[in-house]
């Protein structure tokens, strides 16, 4: 029988460890994002260096036995484990015969395979532009190589790099007006979901964790509507790239929005953080997060640090949240059980998924009070103002007034304290 698998590109994996005691784990993310990146890891190799080689990120004793162990696997790919300035890649690959990746590009080159909304694919496109806009260099250009060295000739390669740069410049400047016209089309859809005040719930976490597992999930047993319709599910590091949006409808009238969005990984490139903020705009918004974790990794830890340092990255702090431990079943732990604001579960199952809709009421609502207010008909703006930031458990026109029943964040209250009853 004919084998018709396209063989994958062999790739070796390098690393400087400067006494960081998470370097085996980068080093372990690192073989899972060339996985992702559909190569497959033939070795690799780590020195221990006080800081990276200014001109070649590892000593030239170490490249050249990277180089003779990854030559006799047959790799065609070098990967190395940080972001490289454009002189040390240009270096590396002079010395190796090996086309270099540093994590930055791995990254980019996932994210550019994943994206399928208008929205994502700019988004990657800016990061991507980005990234090279420095790594530009005339002896990259093939014309110019061809050209030869001398003077003139130089100066022709140059102009020819400006002229490559200008276009570059160009071009970022068209998405980045691009992605803000989107952005304020999001941002009028966020409004309007806003006008009613109904609480904001964002789904962050470590890439794979289970987020969308877990929004199907609560979809499922408290979908608003037939039409909220599933997020794509997948066994791969990176399948959600946009953000979702649905609305929950719990019992007792109690509802929210819920957002599933782009997952987290060490050493995210900055680039491409700053470009997917339009994307985790909901997260910035939200009233509490849920931070989905994979209990069944043994990395858990290090992922859980990893969502918090993205999160302080995109300036989040002081948001309330949930830590919920996914995927109890794999992990073979007893589920689901909730303490304080943690919930050990699984997102596949419906008893797991409603103790989780209860500790995300309870965290929500903690903090809300029902009171009775009678609002004299003449008090429009007041009532408008109510329904803006209340929910409205009860209302009811009578001729001495507005008799309402609602449900307020503390802080609200205070507005309409000359309406008690
Ligand atoms: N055994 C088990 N598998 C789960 C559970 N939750 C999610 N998974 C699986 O984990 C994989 C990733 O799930 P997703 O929901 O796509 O994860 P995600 O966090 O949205 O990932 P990205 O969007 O890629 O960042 C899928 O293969 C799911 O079927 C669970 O509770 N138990
Ligand atoms: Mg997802």
Known sequence: MIDNTPQKIKAYLAGANLSDPNFDYYMSELANLTAAANMEVVGQSRQNL????????????????????????????????DELTPVQIRNLEKMTK??????????????????RTKQAKLQVQLARLEYELPRLHPSENELDQQRGGGFTNRGAGESKLELNRRTI??????????LKTIAGQEEIKAKR???????????VGYTNA???????????????????????????LFATLDTSVRRIELDNNFG?????????????PHNLIESFKAT????????????????????????????????????????????????ADKAQRNYPQFEGSNILYSAVDPKSIKMLADLITKQVFASYQEIKMLLPLSAGKELAKLHDSAQIIKEDYQSDGVHITARLAPEKQMQFQDYLV
């Open 98 to 115: 090996l086309r270099v990746i540093d994590r930055t590009e791995l990254i980019l080159e996932i994210f550019s395979s994943r994206a």
């Open 210 to 236: 289970g987020k969308s597992t877990t929004m199907n999930g609560l979809l499922k047993e408290f979908s608003a509507d037939d039409a909220s319709k599933d997020v794509l599910v997948r066994d791969m």
């Open 280 to 327: 985790l705009q909901e997260v910035k918004d939200a009233d509490l997060l849920i931070n989905v974790v994979d209990s069944s990794d043994p990395n858990m830890m290090q992922m859980i640090r990893t969502t918090q340092n993205v999160l302080a990255e995109i300036g989040i702090k002081n948001t309330p949240m949930v830590t919920a431990y996914n995927k």
């Open 169 to 178: 410049g160009k071009q970022i400047s068209l998405i980045k007006k691009e």
């Open 193 to 203: 979901r806003n006008q009613n005040h109904i609480p904001k719930v964002a789904l």
């Open 256 to 268: 929210f929005i819920l957002s599933d969005t782009v997952g987290f990984i060490s050493k995210l």
């Open 50 to 81: 006080e800081h990276t080689i200014a001109g070649t990120y590892l000593g030239l004793g170490k490249i050249n036995e990277i180089k003779d162990m990854a030559h006799g696997l047959g790799a065609k790919v070098l990967i190395l484990n």
